[in-house]
């Protein structure tokens, strides 16, 4: 089985921190996103990963050296224009994917899924493919999977795919069947449907595909998600991820074997050895933040390698990138702090965005 994680989108609602910087290789508590999906893929046994992708190329290329000791083989697949979901895997299948077996992540997609669970499931249902799916409270920004029970063999299935339906629609039913799931943006695909896909043109895998499968080979397989799942598209995405891995590891800090995002991302480290701290009120620091006396971090916040506090200063929900810093006696609520920034002293900012060379943009965590 191969892995393919979809990474050609430009991150336009994550600008301007993705401007100068591939989305995947956005840090969540100090480690790219890439890092946590392909540990995921290697915990499930998939050694072989092709990055799909458009944009920044070169620093994929110069991050494979960052996964060498993992054992991986990682190929980079680069779209020349934009080809879609589908596309995408159209555009790897000659020179990467050849016929085997594929399991498909959207790359801004956090999930503590055991993808074990759903090679086991794909493998058991006999279809050409499976999808993740997902229960959120508002579908509108996401597919919507309709699903039923085979009658056949019993298992859920999707029998039917509803791209982004806007906030007004009411999911779709199948008759007798199950409520509605989101796709969660990870699948299994069989050679023959990997083959299906149109090649060198734009193909999208929910709006054409996947349809296009289900009319020819009937349901797909089902595998649903009730874990953690967070679209990292949007800065409140981005937020949610960083906070949700640090409640993560405090939820399971007596019993870390169960937690997977500490577990991979500490593989083979002593305590003595790992480069932060987790404070129980969900404060992550790297130990080479410098933090002033009498500084307070009150809840929600990470603070990312060589980030500053000032003396007499509070934080409260928050993230520091890499290298911002917090003067003295000021008070940071509710934001996000880019790479490099610096924050003058006796600054009150609440409810913003702040990156170099750009205004400062208006925030809520959790919208």
């Given at each position: 089985?191969?892995g393919?994680?979809?990474?050609?989108?430009?991150a336009?609602?994550?600008?301007?921190?993705?401007?100068?910087?591939?989305?995947?290789?956005?840090p969540?508590?100090?480690?790219?996103?890439?890092?946590?999906q392909?540990?995921?893929l290697?915990e499930?046994?998939?050694?072989?990963?092709i990055?799909?992708?458009g944009e920044?190329?070169?620093?994929?290329?110069?991050a494979r050296?960052?996964?060498r000791?993992l054992?991986v083989?990682?190929?980079?697949?680069i779209?020349?224009q934009?080809?879609?979901?589908?596309?995408?895997?159209?555009?790897?299948?000659?020179?990467?994917i050849?016929?085997?077996?594929?399991?498909v992540?959207?790359?801004?997609?956090?999930?503590?899924?055991d993808?074990?669970?759903v090679?086991?499931a794909?493998?058991?249902?006999?279809?050409?493919?499976?999808?993740?799916?997902?229960?959120?409270?508002?579908?509108?920004r996401?597919?919507?999977?309709?699903?039923?029970?085979?009658?056949?063999?019993?298992?859920?299935e999707v029998v039917?795919?509803?791209?982004?339906?806007?906030?007004?629609?009411?999911?779709?039913?199948?008759?007798?069947?199950?409520?509605?799931?989101?796709?969660?943006?990870?699948?299994?695909?069989?050679?023959?449907?990997?083959?299906?896909?149109?090649e060198?043109?734009?193909v999208?895998?929910e709006?054409?595909?996947?349809?296009?499968?289900i009319?020819?080979?009937?349901?797909?397989?089902?595998?649903?998600?009730d874990?953690?799942w967070?679209?990292?598209?949007?800065?409140?995405?981005?937020?949610?991820a960083?906070?949700?891995v640090?409640?993560?590891?405090?939820?399971d800090?007596d019993?870390?074997?169960r937690?997977l995002?500490?577990?991979?991302r500490?593989?083979?480290?002593s305590s003595?050895?790992?480069?932060?701290?987790?404070?129980?009120?969900a404060v992550?620091?790297?130990k080479?933040?410098?933090?002033g006396?009498?500084?307070r971090?009150?809840?929600?916040?990470?603070l990312?390698?060589?980030?500053?506090?000032?003396?007499?200063?509070?934080l409260?929900?928050?993230?520091l990138?890499?290298?911002?810093?917090?003067g003295?006696?000021c008070?940071?609520?509710?934001?996000?702090?880019?790479?490099?920034?610096?924050?003058p002293?006796q600054?009150?900012?609440?409810?913003?965005?702040?990156?170099e060379?750009?205004?400062?943009?208006?925030?809520?965590?959790?919208?």
């Amino acid at each position: 089985m191969k892995g393919l994680l979809l990474i050609g989108g430009q991150a336009a609602r994550l600008r301007p921190m993705s401007k100068n910087l591939a989305k995947s290789l956005l840090p969540i508590c100090d480690k790219p996103i890439l890092t946590y999906q392909i540990r995921q893929l290697r915990e499930a046994g998939v050694y072989d990963i092709i990055l799909a992708t458009g944009e920044f190329a070169e620093q994929y290329y110069m991050a494979r050296d960052l996964y060498r000791e993992l054992d991986v083989h990682i190929d980079i697949s680069i779209e020349h224009q934009a080809l879609g979901t589908a596309g995408a895997i159209a555009n790897a299948r000659a020179k990467y994917i050849g016929g085997d077996q594929v399991l498909v992540l959207n790359a801004d997609i956090l999930s503590d899924i055991d993808l074990r669970s759903v090679q086991r499931a794909h493998a058991n249902s006999g279809k050409v493919a499976t999808l993740v799916g997902y229960p959120v409270a508002d579908p509108s920004r996401y597919g919507l999977l309709q699903t039923r029970v085979d009658p056949s063999s019993g298992l859920d299935e999707v029998v039917g795919f509803m791209e982004k339906p806007g906030p007004d629609a009411a999911p779709p039913q199948a008759a007798g069947g199950l409520s509605a799931l989101i796709n969660a943006g990870i699948y299994i695909l069989e050679p023959q449907a990997v083959r299906a896909i149109p090649e060198g043109r734009q193909v999208s895998i929910e709006r054409e595909t996947f349809p296009a499968l289900i009319e020819k080979f009937g349901g797909l397989n089902l595998h649903r998600l009730d874990g953690l799942w967070v679209d990292i598209g949007t800065f409140a995405g981005y937020y949610a991820a960083n906070m949700a891995v640090v409640r993560q590891y405090l939820r399971d800090a007596d019993e870390p074997t169960r937690n997977l995002f500490w577990r991979i991302r500490d593989e083979h480290l002593s305590s003595a050895e790992r480069s932060y701290e987790v404070f129980d009120n969900a404060v992550y620091a790297e130990k080479s933040v410098l933090q002033g006396p009498n500084a307070r971090t009150e809840r929600n916040v990470v603070l990312m390698a060589g980030a500053e506090v000032g003396a007499g200063s509070r934080l409260e929900n928050c993230i520091l990138l890499p290298g911002s810093a917090v003067g003295r006696r000021c008070d940071i609520r509710n934001a996000i702090l880019g790479t490099g920034v610096r924050i003058p002293d006796q600054t009150l900012l609440h409810d913003q965005l702040v990156f170099e060379d750009a205004e400062p943009m208006p925030f809520a965590p959790g919208e």
